[in-house]
Structures are given as structure tokens and as C-alpha cells.
């Protein structure tokens, strides 16, 4: 296996016991390079989430290692998982979660002082078409910026990996577009690295990497050759 920033080594991962159990993730070996844009696809049940839960450090696998640089997430105890959590990581998801009594600007600045190292706050507002909103509250703005206030929050942090799950799966074509260019930008910009979890095949032609899970299994792990700008995207 190569010397990846992401490195996954036999992740293996189930649910119930018994007759019940389930093998979600089966033996998972893969690895990403610094600041490539991943494509995570596969229909509902294949363990596109659960490896995004696993990578996060948000529940354990069962056995084999996950390194994010030089961390190995699998050998840490739940102090220090909170620690990586809260220093290389960035969560995007499908609901925005945004605290509803906070405005934009101030939804960011809670995860802003979890960091060392934050990105300016008021640049970020600007990437991200938000600086006219920043003093309006969630239900004054539409889900598409929403969504672009909760990658702020996820960015503010400056995290080495951004790990979205269903990022525009509540959205409709065109502000999904614009979300996807967001992304692109972001990756551009600030050299993070980011995985998408997506049901939707035409997002993995903006990727650098495409993965592909099929009960529990990786059933695809290339490299595209001809990368294509967000917004020439069409589904």
C-alpha cells in the first residue's frame, strides 16, 4: 500500500449478532492522497456511512487500522479521539444541524475556537457567498445557504479532512450544483482533503478518486483521468 494521507488497512465492521448480524464492512483496504477530492458511492446499505463513521472516529471497527497522516485512529482511546476529532476533522451531513437561536456568523464561530489554528472568519464568509447573511438566522436564509453555513462551520476549523455525508441530498438541482462548486473551491483553496458519501453517480466525474462499496465490499477504487468542473456536472 502506498504512503496515502488517508490509509485504510482491512477495515472490517458489523451490526447484531446471530442471525441478525450483519457484515457492513468487509475487509476495506484503500488509501487517499493529500487533497484529493473522494467519491464514496454505493445504493443505501452498502457501509458508505459506516466507513464515514469509522474514518471520523466516531464508532469503532471491529478490527484492521485507519491512519489519517501519521495518526492511527484505531489505536487511540476515546480522549484522543476527541482531540483528532476536533483537529483534523471537518463533518458535513445531509441536515444542517444549525443551532437556531445563533446567527450565521455566530453557528461558525462555535466550532471557530475549537481550533489552534482557525481560518479567518471573515474571508471564509466571503468564499462562501455568506458575508450578506452572516447577522440573519437559519430560518432567514434558504437551505442551500444553510448548507454553506454548515461547511463554514466545518471549514472555520481548518481541518485536513472534510468528510460530507449526503451533502446535497436535501437539495434541489441547481443549489446542489452550487454546493458541489463550493466543494471544489474549497478543495482548491485550501488544500483539504474531502470525501463525499453520495448516491448521486454524476458527482464522481469532479473527483480525483472513486470509491465504490457493494455490500460491505470495495468494489471500485480508481482514479479519474478526466476530471470535470463542478459546474459542468448533469444528472
Not at 463513521?53 to 489519517?68: C, M, Q, Y
Request: charged share 25%.
Amino acid at each position: 500500500m502506498d504512503n496515502g494521507f488517508l490509509r485504510v488497512e482491512d477495515l472490517c465492521k458489523h451490526y447484531g449478532e446471530g442471525e441478525a448480524r450483519l457484515e457492513v464492512l468487509q475487509s476495506i483496504t484503500t488509501s487517499l492522497n493529500k487533497g484529493e477530492i473522494c467519491t464514496l458511492l454505493g445504493p443505501s446499505g452498502s457501509g458508505k456511512s459506516t466507513f464515514l463513521n469509522l474514518v471520523g472516529g466516531l464508532e469503532p471497527a471491529d478490527s484492521g487500522r485507519i491512519f489519517v497522516g501519521d495518526t492511527e485512529l484505531t489505536s487511540l482511546n476515546d480522549k484522543d479521539l476527541v482531540e483528532y476529532r476536533r483537529r483534523e476533522l471537518g463533518f458535513v451531513f445531509q441536515f444542517y444541524n444549525l443551532i437556531a437561536d445563533l446567527t450565521v456568523q455566530e453557528n461558525i464561530e462555535v466550532c471557530q475556537y475549537l481550533s489552534d489554528n482557525p481560518l479567518p472568519m471573515d474571508d471564509l464568509l466571503t468564499s462562501l457567498g455568506l458575508w450578506d447573511h452572516r447577522k440573519k438566522f437559519p430560518h432567514q436564509i434558504s437551505g442551500g445557504q444553510q448548507q454553506r453555513c454548515a461547511i463554514g462551520r466545518a471549514l472555520i476549523k481548518n481541518p485536513s479532512l472534510l468528510l460530507c455525508d449526503e451533502p446535497t441530498g436535501a437539495l434541489d438541482y441547481n443549489t446542489s450544483k452550487e454546493i458541489l462548486t463550493l466543494m471544489e473551491q474549497v478543495n482548491q483553496q485550501y488544500g483539504c482533503t474531502i470525501v463525499i458519501v453520495t448516491h448521486n453517480d454524476a458527482i464522481k466525474h469532479m473527483a480525483h478518486r472513486i470509491l465504490r462499496l457493494r455490500d460491505g465490499q470495495l468494489v471500485e477504487d480508481s482514479m479519474n483521468t478526466q476530471i470535470a468542473r463542478a459546474c459542468d456536472l448533469e444528472w
